[in-house]
């Protein structure tokens, strides 16, 4: 245990100095430029003794196993193990934020655990856990450590997730990447009014991530959207983001639409419907998307994975827990198509 009141001084990446003294940081777009002493929007970087530092490295704001599905990711190792974890702070202000009690935390008595790289690892590697996720704040403010965590479960074959709004500068984007096995994106609507009202953010930014993942790595990735009453659930939008999603990512990229529930600044806005998430589904589907799931909801047909080829049940889910599996490698066991996603490595398959 660590004195949970003393922030780390590791010495950040992604960052200049500035002429009249302020340090810009080039992580994130937000492009923060901090006088000596001051915290950027995000919380985990500082401008201490005119160098940016990351304040959280080497600290949790807690641990957990969960399902792989739970992150979600339902075409990475399917029924595997997952060590989550995270930090404080966030690089945007969603309104509806389902965290907000770790990412708007501003104290460091939270993190009350001391985790290096290596005992993350280690950790993961004893309990049986195929992957380590970087989750319940977003990754991106912490890359350095997230970086540093990915390298020492690499070491021992442990795969790494980064569950994060995508929300970084060509910069950063590379490095971070590099390291990560998997991801889960969260676009969190499709105009750049909502991102502006709602998330105090943009819009392009994360649309030019998936676009990266998609096309310059080899990072399996997922995306969700959570569907929110009257602010990104139009018929109007969800086919326009389809649309695109379609165009730029292509078929195979799992979408994962998540209902919400009322939280943090939007308490007075009404949870999502069944029936909402069940036509954003099929809007997705019918532009051509194969692998498409609704999440946070009691659904049988929505949370499990059907064929593209022959229409067979082939990974059933219940909640997090799987049932029937007619996967054969990667392939479907009824008529042989090719199924997106890592299997290779689920012993029933």
């Known amino acids: 245990m660590v004195n949970a009141d003393v922030e780390s001084d590791y010495t950040a990446r992604w960052w200049t100095p500035l002429p009249d003294g302020r340090l810009e940081c080039h992580l994130c777009p937000r ?28 600290r949790s704001s807690g641990f957990c196993v969960d399902p792989i599905e739970k992150k979600p990711l339902n075409h990475f ?35 009350t655990d001391q985790a290096s790289p290596q005992t993350i690892a280690a950790a993961a590697h004893r309990i049986g856990c195929k992957s380590v996720a970087f989750t319940y704040n ?16 690499h070491e021992l074959g442990i795969a790494t997730v980064a569950v994060t709004a995508g929300y970084m500068t060509d910069d950063s984007r590379p490095e971070f990447y590099r390291q990560m096995d998997a991801a889960n994106i969260d676009l969190k609507g499709f105009s750049e009014e909502f991102y502006y009202r709602l998330c105090l953010g943009k819009l392009a930014p994360v649309l030019d991530t998936l676009k990266y993942l998609r096309h310059e790595t080899k990072v399996w990735f997922e995306v969700t959207t959570l569907l929110i009453p009257g602010q990104n659930d139009s018929r109007e939008e969800l086919e326009k983001a389809s649309n695109w999603f379609a165009a730029n990512l292509g078929p195979d990229v799992p979408w994962h639409f998540t209902a919400f529930h009322p939280d943090y600044k939007m308490l007075t806005t009404p949870g999502t419907s069944s029936a909402t998430l069940r036509q954003a589904r099929e809007i997705a589907r019918a532009n051509g998307l194969r692998y498409v799931y609704t999440g ?16 067979q049940r082939l990974i059933e889910r219940d909640g997090y827990a799987l049932g029937e599996w007619n996967l054969k490698g990667n392939r479907c066991a009824f008529c042989g198509f090719e199924i997106a996603g890592r299997f290779e490595y689920i012993l029933n398959g």
């Not at 946070?296 to 229409?311: A, K, Q």
């Open 77 to 111: 190792y399917p029924g595997t193990s997952v060590l989550s974890f995270g930090t404080i702070g966030c690089n945007l202000g969603c309104r509806f934020c389902q965290n907000w009690n770790i990412s708007k935390e501003r104290q460091f008595e939270r993190l």
């Open 31 to 58: 492009l923060c430029k901090l006088n000596e002493g001051q915290h950027g929007f995000c919380f985990a970087r500082r401008n201490i003794g005119h160098r940016m530092t990351l304040t959280a490295y080497g």
């Open 296 to 311: 946070n909801v009691h659904d049988l047909s929505g949370s499990s994975t059907d064929c593209p080829g022959c229409g």
């Open 138 to 153: 977003d990754p991106v403010i912490f890359a350095e450590y997230a970086i540093d965590v990915a390298q020492a479960c």
